[in-house]
Every structure is written in structure tokens, then in C-alpha cells.
């Protein structure tokens, strides 16, 4: 590596570089199961060190093996997407910057926080809906490369739709802007006879020929964040070929994303909360049901060992909140702990309504609690603004880092913690799934976006220990084939990265799957951008890279 980082410095990169045993042991892990030691990481200051860095990699392909390129914004991914073997590139330390807000339109470097990128859209009165429960860790450019969604993704959809232009530094080394195409663009770099020209020629060959395919294979769920986002692509009808719906939840395998140009919303003024508390869950799918045909703004849940957790951790909260919002949160919950005294529920609901008026909102939030009235729930609590709401959001929101961050003895396992299935299904699904969790005795928390039919079924587990681990594959495949047999997809929006990557072919078939290989060699023949992630993973890689120090 010595004879890299000495090229690199030689040809101008003007960033850090580090290979030190701290740094090394850091970018090691991200949030899934996984640990992949890097041999450096670097830290580019602009999009010239980006094509520096892909060009010594180019470079010394030969000399030094498996040389290759894992990019990482905040490192929050669940699927190991952001750890690699080789070099890690960090775009947080100073790819950072918002450029502008103009318009309803950002320009913002990958590496800024949400949180930090929120502040400035909402001081203009604007919002990225698809903000992820991770939203006070995670960086706008992992969740591009994620396809990110959150709470509300059930009434504004995913990052995807919110993607409008992107900068980005291909394997040729060189930056190129991804976007929108009408056919005579499309026609003008297919002409081209470079690099770029023969992406475009090649992809939109494969589109074309596979187009029914490809558009029939499309996950008919309402958020799917597998594969690669082929339908997206090309539209013969509109005549459109988007290359940045691809680049979108392609987990930096296709290339490396520099700038990103963002379409914003403006968000509903008002917004108001049925919070359900639900002792039994027989009727949970009949429920989801009812509450969608009012069309929520959001609609979202967590199960009784999360509040538990929560409960039990309350100081965590001050982490996020600092102390004032810590006592708000304990005087809000005052209220609360009466019906909590009376046995803890298994399931709680957030019902979100949004509207232009506090009264319009208040009308939708009373309406949906009279039609939940049949159901017999334990209790039901209306909350007419967001400001009363947010205390049950919180703990949702939080729930996977409280169990990262406090459950000592036992840790995270996110392996099933990101299915989809159509919500019509889920009377008869989540019965179900929860037959398997009690199967092989895993102490899992459920929480997730009910309203989309996605669900984040985390367990606790003693992953060093042998028997526990054994439980991961014949676990997967029972989940796993129950949601394909409902038409569902294996992830909404964590991604295939280590864990699902080698799953692709049950969900997709082997033609599907080839496809997306091809679109693979297409952007990245020699396979330098963030291998074993995705269509290059396997089962055998990704198990003997289990997480070992915690
Ligand atoms: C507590 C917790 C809760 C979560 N809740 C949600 C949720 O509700 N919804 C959700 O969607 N996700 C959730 N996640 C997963 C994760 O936070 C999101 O996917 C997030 O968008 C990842 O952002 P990041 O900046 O941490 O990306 P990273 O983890 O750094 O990277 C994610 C992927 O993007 C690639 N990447 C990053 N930057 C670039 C770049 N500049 N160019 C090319 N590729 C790049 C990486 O290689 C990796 O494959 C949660 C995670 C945690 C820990």
C-alpha cells in the first residue's frame, strides 16, 4: 500500500490518507453483522481526488491484487454495504458542504449529515421526505445509494423520487453528470466513442432487448431497495433513459457519487397522531387494513420489547434530545404511564394524518379513532399536533440504535429486519413470521412502516457463539421464502449489501439476477467498486466475515 498512497500523493490528492490500526479497526464495521478491516481509508476534498483515486487504483490493479474502491458517508448501513477490504473512501470529513437551495432544488455534497442538510431545507420551508429513522446519523449520500425511505415514505415514496441530477466519477476515472435523457441526447451519447458512449450503447441495448422482462420483474411491493432499479431506466413510451434511477440503491457498486441535486417538497403545515395501543395482535393485519383505506400520511409501529427497551434505557434519549428534551419527553409520557401501568401493549400504533389546517388534521385523527372503535383496542390516544405526537416517534425512531448502543450481552443481528409485503397479505403473513421467530427462539423487536407492509425484525443474539450463528441461513430462508410467497421484496430499504446480495436469485430468478450482473460489468469491468456487495456476494463470503469484536 506504501507504493499506492505514494502514487496517489504524487498525482495531486489533495485529501488524507490513513492507515493507521485506530482508523483501520474504525471503518471496519458499519450496522450490520459484518467486519471487513480496510487496508486504508482516505478522505477526498473534491471530485479531482475522487478521479485520482480511481485512476491509481486503475493503475495498480496489476501490482497490488484485489486493489478496489468501498465508498462511506456515515456508515449507518445495515447490510454491510460499507465496509470493504481494500480502500475505504470517507465523504464525510470534507464532502460535506450544502452548495445551494434555489427553487424548490438542492445541490449538496454526499457527506452531509440529514440532519444537517434538514436545518437548512426547513429554513427555506422545505423537506427530503424519505429521511430514515436513522436520521440523525445518517449523510444524504448514503442514503441515495441506499434508496433510503422512512416514515414518510407512505405518502411521499422513496429517495429515488427526490433524485434529479447526479455527479459522479465512473471506473474510466472520470466525472461525468447523470440525468434525465430525451431520446436525442440518449442518441448523441450512444455516438460517442468513449467510455460513456459505450455505457450508454451497452445498457440500452440490454434494456431494450429485455424490456418486458425488466419491467415485469419489478418488485410489486410499494418499497423495494433489492437489485438494481432496471424498470426504472428506460421508458419507450416517454422516451426517457434516467441513469440516476439506477445509480440510486446501487450501494456503490456502479461508481462513486459526488454531488447530488435534489428535488424538494413543501411539507403539509398541520399534522396530527392516533396513537393505538394494542394488548393483542390477532387483528393487526385486519387493522393496517381498515387505517389505509383512509390513507395516512404515515403509518408506523413498534412492538412491546421496544418500549420496554426504551422504558428501561430512558437516559439514552438524552443523547439525541440533551437534557431539556429529556424532561420534555418524561412530562409528556406522565399521561402515558397510566395506561402503561395497566400491562404493557404488545403493539403501538402511529397513525399520522397531515393537512393544511390544525382542524381538518384534528377531524381526520377523530374519524380514524372512531373507525378503530370496533376492534376493541386497549386504549387510544389522539394527539393533534406533531409537537404532542413526538414522544412515541422517538422511541420508534430510535429503536435499532437503543438496541446497538444498550443490550451488552447480547447484540443486533439484522438479518430479517427489512421484508415488505403487500398489506393485504398481512393478516395471514405476519402470524406467520411470528411462528418462525418463536421456531428458533429469537428475542427480536418488530418495528417498522406498517402502512408500506415493511417490517424490521431485529434480533438480540450471541452471535460469536456457534449455535446461534447456525440459526442465520435455515432462519433467512424460512422468512425469506414466506415473504416471496406473498409477492413481498427482502428489503424496503436497508439494501442487499453482504446479507440479501446472496439471496437475489430466489427473488429475482438466475435471469433477472444476470441482468443486473451484466449492468454490473457494464459500469465496472473490473469489478473495482465495492466488491462482494449485492449481485457479487455469496453466502460463503459473507458468513465468514460475521462480526467478531463489538
Ligand atoms: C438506527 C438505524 C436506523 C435505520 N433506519 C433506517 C430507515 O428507517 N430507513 C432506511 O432506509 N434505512 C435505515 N437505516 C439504514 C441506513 O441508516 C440508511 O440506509 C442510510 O441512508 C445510510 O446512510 P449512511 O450515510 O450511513 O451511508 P453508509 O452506511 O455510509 O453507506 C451506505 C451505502 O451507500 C454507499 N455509499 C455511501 N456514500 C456513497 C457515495 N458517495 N457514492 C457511492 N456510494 C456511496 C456505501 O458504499 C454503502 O453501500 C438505519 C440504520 C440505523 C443504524
Same mark, same amino acid.
Given at each position: 500500500m506504501e507504493q499506492f498512497v505514494g502514487g496517489l500523493k504524487s498525482a495531486g490528492f489533495e485529501g488524507e490518507v490513513d492507515a493507521s490500526p485506530q482508523t483501520l479497526d474504525f471503518y471496519s464495521h458499519d450496522a450490520s453483522l459484518f467486519e471487513l478491516r480496510p487496508q486504508l481509508v482516505v478522505f477526498p476534498k473534491n471530485m479531482s481526488d475522487l478521479s485520482r483515486l480511481v485512476n491509481a487504483v486503475n493503475q495498480n490493479r496489476d501490482s497490488i491484487p484485489n486493489l478496489n474502491i468501498t465508498a462511506r458517508s456515515a456508515g449507518t448501513c445495515m447490510s454491510g454495504g460499507a465496509i470493504g477490504e481494500s480502500i475505504v473512501v470517507d465523504f464525510t470529513k470534507h464532502l460535506n458542504q450544502l452548495e445551494h437551495i434555489e427553487d424548490f432544488r438542492a445541490q449538496v455534497q454526499p457527506g452531509m449529515l440529514y440532519r444537517e442538510f434538514e436545518k437548512a431545507t426547513l429554513a427555506r420551508g422545505l423537506l427530503l421526505p424519505t429521511f430514515p429513522a436513522s436520521r440523525e446519523l445518517a449523510s444524504v449520500g448514503g442514503m441515495v445509494a441506499n434508496s433510503a425511505g422512512g416514515e414518510k415514505s407512505l405518502e411521499y415514496g422513496k429517495t429515488a423520487r427526490y433524485v434529479k441530477r447526479l455527479d459522479v466519477v465512473l471506473a474510466d476515472g472520470r466525472n461525468y453528470i447523470l440525468k434525465?435523457?430525451?431520446?436525442?441526447?440518449?442518441?448523441?451519447?450512444?455516438n460517442q466513442r468513449d467510455f460513456e458512449g459505450d455505457i450508454y450503447r451497452k445498457l440500452h441495448e440490454l434494456l431494450e432487448t429485455h424490456y418486458d422482462a425488466i419491467k415485469a420483474a419489478k418488485p410489486k411491493v410499494s418499497k423495494n431497495s433489492t437489485g438494481y432499479n432496471l424498470w426504472d431506466v428506460w421508458d419507450r413510451t416517454t422516451g426517457i433513459f434516467d441513469l440516476t434511477q439506477l445509480f440510486v440503491g446501487s450501494q456503490? &457498486? /456502479? @461508481?462513486?457519487? %459526488?454531488? +447530488?441535486?435534489?428535488?424538494?417538497?413543501?411539507?403539509?403545515?398541520?399534522?396530527?397522531? #392516533?396513537?393505538?395501543?394494542?394488548?393483542?395482535?390477532?387483528?393487526?393485519?385486519?387493522?393496517?387494513?381498515?387505517?389505509?383505506?383512509?390513507?395516512?400520511?404515515?403509518?408506523?409501529?413498534?412492538?412491546?420489547?421496544?418500549?420496554?427497551?426504551?422504558?428501561?434505557?430512558?437516559?439514552?434519549?438524552?443523547? &439525541? /434530545? @440533551?437534557?431539556? %428534551?429529556? +424532561?420534555?419527553?418524561?412530562?409528556?409520557?406522565?399521561?402515558?404511564?397510566?395506561?402503561? #401501568?395497566?400491562?404493557?401493549?404488545?403493539?403501538?400504533?402511529?397513525?399520522?394524518?397531515?393537512?393544511?389546517?390544525?382542524?381538518?388534521?384534528?377531524?381526520?385523527?377523530?374519524?380514524?379513532?372512531?373507525?378503530?372503535?370496533?376492534?376493541?383496542?386497549?386504549?387510544?390516544?389522539?394527539?393533534?399536533?406533531?409537537?404532542?405526537?413526538?414522544?412515541?416517534? +422517538?422511541?420508534?425512531?430510535?429503536?435499532?440504535?437503543?438496541?446497538?448502543?444498550?443490550?451488552?450481552?447480547?447484540?443486533?443481528a439484522p438479518f430479517i429486519d427489512d421484508l415488505v409485503v403487500p398489506p393485504p397479505h398481512l393478516p395471514e403473513f405476519l402470524p406467520k413470521l411470528r411462528d418462525i421467530v418463536k421456531k428458533y427462539d429469537l428475542l427480536a423487536t418488530l418495528a417498522g412502516h406498517m402502512g408500506d407492509g415493511n417490517f424490521h425484525v431485529i434480533p438480540l443474539m450471541k452471535i460469536e457463539d456457534p449455535a446461534e450463528r447456525a440459526k442465520l441461513a435455515p432462519a433467512m430462508k424460512e422468512v425469506n421464502d414466506l415473504v416471496l410467497?406473498?409477492?413481498?421484496?427482502?428489503?424496503?430499504?436497508?439494501?442487499?449489501?453482504?446479507?440479501?446480495?446472496?439471496?437475489?436469485?430466489?427473488?429475482?430468478?438466475?435471469?433477472?439476477?444476470e441482468l443486473f450482473r451484466h449492468t454490473k460489468r457494464i459500469f465496472d469491468p473490473n469489478n473495482i467498486f465495492n466488491p462482494h456487495k449485492k449481485t457479487d456476494s455469496s453466502w460463503e463470503f459473507s458468513m465468514s466475515h460475521i462480526r467478531q469484536s463489538f
Amino acid at each position: 500500500m506504501e507504493q499506492f498512497v505514494g502514487g496517489l500523493k504524487s498525482a495531486g490528492f489533495e485529501g488524507e490518507v490513513d492507515a493507521s490500526p485506530q482508523t483501520l479497526d474504525f471503518y471496519s464495521h458499519d450496522a450490520s453483522l459484518f467486519e471487513l478491516r480496510p487496508q486504508l481509508v482516505v478522505f477526498p476534498k473534491n471530485m479531482s481526488d475522487l478521479s485520482r483515486l480511481v485512476n491509481a487504483v486503475n493503475q495498480n490493479r496489476d501490482s497490488i491484487p484485489n486493489l478496489n474502491i468501498t465508498a462511506r458517508s456515515a456508515g449507518t448501513c445495515m447490510s454491510g454495504g460499507a465496509i470493504g477490504e481494500s480502500i475505504v473512501v470517507d465523504f464525510t470529513k470534507h464532502l460535506n458542504q450544502l452548495e445551494h437551495i434555489e427553487d424548490f432544488r438542492a445541490q449538496v455534497q454526499p457527506g452531509m449529515l440529514y440532519r444537517e442538510f434538514e436545518k437548512a431545507t426547513l429554513a427555506r420551508g422545505l423537506l427530503l421526505p424519505t429521511f430514515p429513522a436513522s436520521r440523525e446519523l445518517a449523510s444524504v449520500g448514503g442514503m441515495v445509494a441506499n434508496s433510503a425511505g422512512g416514515e414518510k415514505s407512505l405518502e411521499y415514496g422513496k429517495t429515488a423520487r427526490y433524485v434529479k441530477r447526479l455527479d459522479v466519477v465512473l471506473a474510466d476515472g472520470r466525472n461525468y453528470i447523470l440525468k434525465p435523457l430525451n431520446r436525442q441526447e440518449l442518441e448523441r451519447k450512444k455516438n460517442q466513442r468513449d467510455f460513456e458512449g459505450d455505457i450508454y450503447r451497452k445498457l440500452h441495448e440490454l434494456l431494450e432487448t429485455h424490456y418486458d422482462a425488466i419491467k415485469a420483474a419489478k418488485p410489486k411491493v410499494s418499497k423495494n431497495s433489492t437489485g438494481y432499479n432496471l424498470w426504472d431506466v428506460w421508458d419507450r413510451t416517454t422516451g426517457i433513459f434516467d441513469l440516476t434511477q439506477l445509480f440510486v440503491g446501487s450501494q456503490g &457498486t /456502479l @461508481g462513486l457519487i %459526488g454531488d +447530488i441535486h435534489f428535488r424538494l417538497i413543501r411539507d403539509k403545515p398541520h399534522s396530527g397522531v #392516533l396513537t393505538v395501543f394494542m394488548k393483542n395482535i390477532d387483528q393487526l393485519g385486519e387493522i393496517i387494513n381498515t387505517v389505509l383505506e383512509d390513507k395516512p400520511a404515515s403509518f408506523e409501529a413498534f412492538d412491546n420489547h421496544t418500549l420496554m427497551l426504551s422504558m428501561k434505557f430512558f437516559p439514552y434519549f438524552r443523547k &439525541t /434530545l @440533551g437534557w431539556k %428534551g429529556l +424532561i420534555r419527553l418524561g412530562f409528556q409520557l406522565l399521561p402515558d404511564a397510566l395506561i402503561l #401501568l395497566k400491562g404493557i401493549p404488545k403493539m403501538v400504533l402511529l397513525i399520522e394524518f397531515t393537512g393544511n389546517t390544525a382542524e381538518e388534521v384534528a377531524q381526520k385523527v377523530h374519524a380514524m379513532r372512531l373507525k378503530l372503535e370496533p376492534f376493541k383496542l386497549e386504549a387510544m390516544e389522539e394527539d393533534s399536533t406533531e409537537a404532542k405526537a413526538w414522544k412515541f416517534r +422517538i422511541m420508534r425512531r430510535e429503536s435499532f440504535n437503543l438496541l446497538r448502543k444498550k443490550v451488552k450481552d447480547k447484540h443486533t443481528a439484522p438479518f430479517i429486519d427489512d421484508l415488505v409485503v403487500p398489506p393485504p397479505h398481512l393478516p395471514e403473513f405476519l402470524p406467520k413470521l411470528r411462528d418462525i421467530v418463536k421456531k428458533y427462539d429469537l428475542l427480536a423487536t418488530l418495528a417498522g412502516h406498517m402502512g408500506d407492509g415493511n417490517f424490521h425484525v431485529i434480533p438480540l443474539m450471541k452471535i460469536e457463539d456457534p449455535a446461534e450463528r447456525a440459526k442465520l441461513a435455515p432462519a433467512m430462508k424460512e422468512v425469506n421464502d414466506l415473504v416471496l410467497s406473498y409477492g413481498g421484496s427482502l428489503s424496503g430499504e436497508h439494501n442487499d449489501g453482504m446479507i440479501r446480495g446472496p439471496w437475489l436469485e430466489a427473488m429475482y430468478g438466475k435471469e433477472t439476477v444476470e441482468l443486473f450482473r451484466h449492468t454490473k460489468r457494464i459500469f465496472d469491468p473490473n469489478n473495482i467498486f465495492n466488491p462482494h456487495k449485492k449481485t457479487d456476494s455469496s453466502w460463503e463470503f459473507s458468513m465468514s466475515h460475521i462480526r467478531q469484536s463489538f
